[in-house]
């Protein structure tokens, strides 16, 4: 069964410091999307990404955070200067796109931030 | 008032048992509904979408009830698997294509 893969699993890093959160999409699927969890809270939206930009995103999404897909396969998150608040489980799925389909998740990167 | 709503729980049935789960979700524009399931610390899984006739996938039922924004989920024949988070999740005629989460509602099945 085709899957979204997520690197790394874990990361820990410094307040301040820049992170970037890959993942990598099912093949054939058309939008791209980024979710985050703060432990013991719900999953939350950060942003969509369609056709090389950016489709629409959540007030989480501040300057702070960019995303690319700087090649056929690979979509990442950046966080330029984080933040305490910025722990959590960071989620990519994806879709074909078909308004009735659910997405598939990947298995996720807990961001840890000292 | 929260766009998708679900009681928290924790549901603790004994193996065996009919368990069901609900949810409301404000946005009227709402287009598509989704029950996801959720293991500690891993990603949401889709489980089933929710379909305006109602639909069933082995020992899980969801109805979906249009005019009074209402979403549910029936197990039956409970079994020690099942004990996750359940999450109800909406996509929005709204915005593009974004999945809105509830809080999930936590099952504990026992021996």
């Known amino acids: 069964e085709p899957e979204v893969t997520q690197t790394p699993s874990h990361q820990v890093t410094q307040m301040g410091q820049e992170v970037i959160l890959r993942c990598v999409p099912i093949?054939?699927?058309?939008?791209f999307y980024w979710y985050r969890q703060i432990l013991g809270q719900k999953v939350e939206f950060l942003v969509s990404?369609?056709?090389?930009?950016?489709?629409?995103k959540s007030e989480i999404f501040d300057d702070q955070f960019s995303v690319e897909r700087p090649d056929g396969s690979n979509f990442t998150l950046k966080i330029r200067s984080t933040k305490l608040e910025d722990s959590a489980m960071y989620f990519c799925?994806?879709?074909?796109?078909?308004?009735?389909?659910?997405?598939?998740f990947g298995s996720g990167t807990r961001l840890t931030v000292v | 008032r929260k766009e998708v709503e679900q009681d928290p729980g924790p549901f603790n049935v004994p193996e065996g048992a009919t368990v069901a789960f609900n949810c409301t979700y404000s946005n009227s524009a709402s287009q598509s509904f989704f029950w996801y399931r959720q293991d500690c610390r891993k990603e949401p899984k889709l489980l089933m979408s929710?379909?305006?006739s109602g639909n069933e996938d082995g020992r899980f039922t969801a109805q979906l009830n249009r005019a009074s924004q209402y979403i549910s989920l029936l197990i039956r024949d409970s079994k020690l698997s099942d004990s996750a988070t359940y999450l109800c999740?909406?996509?929005?005629?709204?915005?593009?294509?974004?999945?809105?989460f509830g809080t999930g509602t936590r099952l504990l099945v026992s021996p």
């Open positions: 093949s054939n699927h058309l939008y």
């Open positions: 999740v909406v996509k929005f005629d709204t915005g593009f294509q974004k999945l809105v």
């Open positions: 990404f369609y056709n090389n930009e950016i489709s629409e």
């Open positions: 799925a994806s879709s074909p796109g078909q308004r009735s389909y659910g997405y598939t």
């Open positions: 929710v379909y305006s």
